[in-house]
T-cell receptor, first 111, second 115 residues
């Protein structure tokens, strides 16, 4: 059973608006959470992360929110740009340094 | 910059062939990973190595083996390739340490087609 889940396979937003990507996890031992961005035929690139001791981390247009009690995290992109169109993967890791990934959400930002 | 390099971008192999996928990282990372990416399934961990000659099975190790003879190199071996192993294979590396949070760095991927 997948320990990290992204229930929305795709999301379409208008340029300039907010994109919200969601992720749920089941393993309470996870203490570090990451978002990756992936273009076709390329490897994933790291975007932003958050430790379990925080509930928010911000980097420019990207903000990640963590709700530990709900085992839920989200990535907000404001404002969304056409270049943000890609597949976004949520990932989680714990003490054993292994990274578990969700199934991905394909974001399409329309000009 | 961290660099993770996979030996091939695209490979076409025949059913039953033994296939080697090579990965090299230049940041002296202890951990190395092999994932496969399939539509709707995301990235699934095949094998993980935390030191030279040390390995752990991931979620889908069946039909695969790995080798880590040197710290910088991690090889994925398909013992007898089958069509259901057609996929995008991604190698990654990361540093290790208790209490140290760090990201995994990925290679560019190898698109393997088994015919």
């Amino acid at each position: 059973d997948q320990q990290v889940k992204q229930n929305s396979p795709s999301l379409s937003v208008q340029e300039g608006r907010i994109s919200i990507l969601n992720c749920d996890y089941t393993n309470s031992m996870f203490d570090y959470f990451l978002w990756y961005k992936k273009y076709p035929a390329e490897g994933p690139t790291f975007l932003i992360s958050i430790s379990s001791i925080k509930d928010k981390n911000e980097d420019g247009r990207f903000t990640v929110f963590l709700n530990k009690s709900a085992k839920h995290l989200s990535l907000h992109i404001v404002p969304s740009q056409p270049g943000d169109s890609a597949v976004y993967f949520c990932a989680a890791s714990g003490n054993f340094n292994k990274f578990y990934f969700g199934s991905g959400t394909k974001l399409n930002v329309k000009p | 910059d961290v660099k993770v390099t996979q030996s091939s971008r695209y490979l076409v192999k025949r059913t039953g062939e033994k296939v080697f996928l090579e990965c090299v990282q230049d940041m002296d990372h202890e951990n190395m990973f092999w994932y496969r990416q399939d539509p709707g399934l995301g990235l699934r961990l095949i094998y993980f190595s935390y030191d030279v000659k040390m390995k752990e099975k991931g979620d889908i190790p069946e039909g695969y083996s790995v080798s880590r003879e040197k710290k910088e190199r991690f090889s994925l071996i398909l013992e007898s390739a089958s069509t259901n192993q057609t996929s995008m294979y991604l190698c990654a590396s990361s540093t290790q340490g208790m209490g140290l949070n760090t990201e995994a760095f990925f290679g560019q991927g190898t698109r393997l087609t088994v015919v």
